[in-house]
């Protein structure tokens, strides 16, 4: 049914993922989940809390790896390769799938430096080459006129709104291909939250986002697809508008509408 | 009304038992200070002891306890620092990691002269250093590591995991990550405690006693497979193997002064890092 409806639009894929399921330690958290992300377009992950949003975007950029006891079984493609394959580089991996984490994290060093530990990570030292990554990088994540006065102030001094504007920058700075944003818009005022939705919207056109968020409207508003996650699995999965006009399960609907979550 | 009263009494209560520790403290530091203030010029700070420590100076066991402290540092800094960042950072949680952790605490509670027997028999006899100051800054190097890795460590799981998150998902491996965005904002609060540490060991009489302090040596070292004296030691000696305790009394003074100064500098220095850090870095 998802391949169907993927090729009825003709999108490329960019994330395969099949039949993986994810256990913390002996917990499972993600049961035979299996996905299509297509390639540059959004797509928002949506379901109640507990359900696995935040465990199944951390799978893509082996985040939960970091965790003592983690597991998964199944498959993960990205570009057509296995991320959990032995030969992985997980570092080239986490820099080509950057993540925007559902609290925000500033590191206490100034904004500029924040922006631009990535790209020296990834061993760019010429300070010009730096200035302009970094303006670009504000300037995308429409954070550029707000601090461009204050880049060697401390990135702890920004508002809620900004920190979590400026951890986007700080991904979008290595050039990812791929973009997961857990809630990225929790906590911001309305017109913050337009921006990061206007935001997305534009970034879309270079890259793949996955989305998580608990605003059904935001969901609406942005996403090109949707994935209805409910305790460790997923539901349903296919166009926002679909899903949202026509859901094929109960469970879907009941949640879109409110009803339960 | 009558619990009411009762909590006025247990604060009250408390309030005694602080001011009495206080004062009891308050009390030894006035005795120290107003006996050895007398005694404390010049002389006393940069000449070597005449007639067994009842006349001259006490420069030796200054520059004896100084270099013990540094000698103490180079070797417990790097090793306890690496320590801790390894159980921190890369250890996994499990029964091997606890064991490790229990047997560091126990090793925090053992006695000091069982260091001092231990750094005997490894460091002066087994290895050979005979008694000599790279034995004794061994010696009490051990006493004060399982300070060093638990101050290390707490200071260490006070970073953030979001910082260690965020900086890997940028593509950063481990160990860029613990040295860039990690351990810049620990070191302060590690060298804090580390230091605390080692401004004890600077005190500690049993475990250079047998290790590295001579009783009587009124000339300084040429290397570090010298003996010599010490603060605490030229103190326990003065007090009690002294020929004349009594008549040396000033003298006791003097040295318990400079001894509580060195020490309390060695701390202040631990608080001032700590508090510039703290406005520095702030979660
Ligand atoms: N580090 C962890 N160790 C053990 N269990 C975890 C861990 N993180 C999450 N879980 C469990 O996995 C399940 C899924 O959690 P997850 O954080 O993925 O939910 P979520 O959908 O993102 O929820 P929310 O919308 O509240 O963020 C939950 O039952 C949670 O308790
Ligand atoms: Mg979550």
Redesign the interface.
């Known amino acids: 049914m998802v391949v169907t409806e993927l090729k009825a639009i003709k999108v490329e894929t960019k994330v395969r993922v099949r039949n993986t399921d994810f256990y913390y330690g002996s917990e499972q958290a993600l049961y035979g989940i299996n996905i299509d992300v297509p390639a540059r377009q959004v797509t928002a992950l949506i379901g109640p809390s507990g359900c696995g949003k935040s465990t199944f975007l951390r799978t893509l ?1 082996r ?1 939960n790896d ?1 965790i ?1 006891g983690t597991r998964l079984v199944g498959e993960v493609m990205i570009d057509g390769e296995d991320i959990y394959n032995e030969n992985t580089d997980v ?2 991996l ?2 080509k799938v ?2 925007v ?1 559902q ?1 925000s ?1 500033p ?2 060093k100034s904004i500029f430096d924040n922006i631009a ?2 790209p020296r ?2 061993g760019i030292t010429n300070k010009d080459e730096l200035t302009a990554i970094v303006e670009k990088s504000l300037i995308r994540a429409a954070l550029w006129d707000e601090v461009k006065d204050r880049l060697h102030k401390s990135a ?1 001094d920004l508002s809620g709104g900004q920190q979590q504007r400026m ?1 986007i920058a ?2 979008l700075a ?1 050039e990812p291909q791929v973009l997961l944003l857990d809630e990225p818009a929790s906590a911001l005022d309305p017109r913050s939250t337009a921006r990061v939705e206007e935001l997305i919207t534009e970034l879309r056109k270079d890259l793949t986002i996955l989305i998580v968020t608990h605003n059904m409207q935001q969901a609406g508003r942005i996403s090109d697809f949707t994935s209805f996650f409910y305790e460790g699995r997923q539901i349903e999965f296919g166009p926002t508008k679909r899903i949202f006009t026509n859901p094929g399960e109960k469970k879907t609907e009941d949640y879109i509408t409110g009803r339960f979550g | 009304m009558r619990s009411r009263s009762a909590q006025t009494m247990i604060y009250w209560l408390m309030r005694a038992f602080t001011y009495f520790v206080l004062i009891v403290i308050a009390y030894i530091i006035f005795d120290i200070i107003r006996n050895g203030m007398p005694v404390l010029s010049w002389e006393f700070l940069t000449e070597s002891p005449r007639k067994s420590g009842a006349e001259g100076g006490i420069l030796p066991a200054i520059v004896g306890t100084l270099l013990l402290v540094l000698g103490t540092m180079a070797a417990a800094l790097p090793l306890g620092m690496a320590s801790a960042i390894y159980l921190s950072e890369y250890a ?3 029964r091997f990691t606890e064991m490790l952790r229990l047997a560091i605490l126990t090793l925090a509670g053992v006695p000091s002269i069982v260091f001092g027997l231990f750094g005997l028999g490894l460091f002066v006899l087994f290895l050979n250093f005979g008694a000599s100051i790279i034995a004794g800054s061994l010696t009490l190097a051990c006493m004060v590591l399982p300070t060093i890795i638990v101050s290390s460590e707490e200071a260490l799981q006070g970073v ?1 995991q ?12 481990k160990w ?1 990550t613990i040295r ?2 990690v351990l810049p ?1 620990a070191i302060p609060g590690m060298m804090t405690g580390s230091i605390l540490g080692i401004g004890r060991a600077a005190g500690e009489t049993a475990p250079i006693l047998l290790t590295v302090a001579a009783f009587y040596l009124p000339g300084l070292p040429d290397s570090i497979f010298d003996q010599v004296m010490a603060l605490p030691y030229h103190l326990y000696v003065l007090a009690t193997q002294h020929p004349s305790a009594d008549l040396v009394r000033p003298m006791q003074y003097g040295t318990a002064l400079v001894l509580m100064i060195l020490v309390m500098t060695v701390n202040l220095a631990a608080v001032l890092i700590r508090s510039r850090m703290r406005k ?4």
Do not use: Q
């Not at chain 2, 520095?280 to 979660?283: Q, S």
């Open positions: 950029n985040m970091i003592d570092v080239a986490r820099k950057g993540m984490f609290k994290n590191f206490p530990y990535g990570l990834h702890l951890c700080r991904a290595v | 996994k949680r499990g953030p979001s910082l260690r998150e965020g900086s890997l998902a940028l593509g950063a491996t860029e860039k965005n904002y520095k870095y702030r979660w």
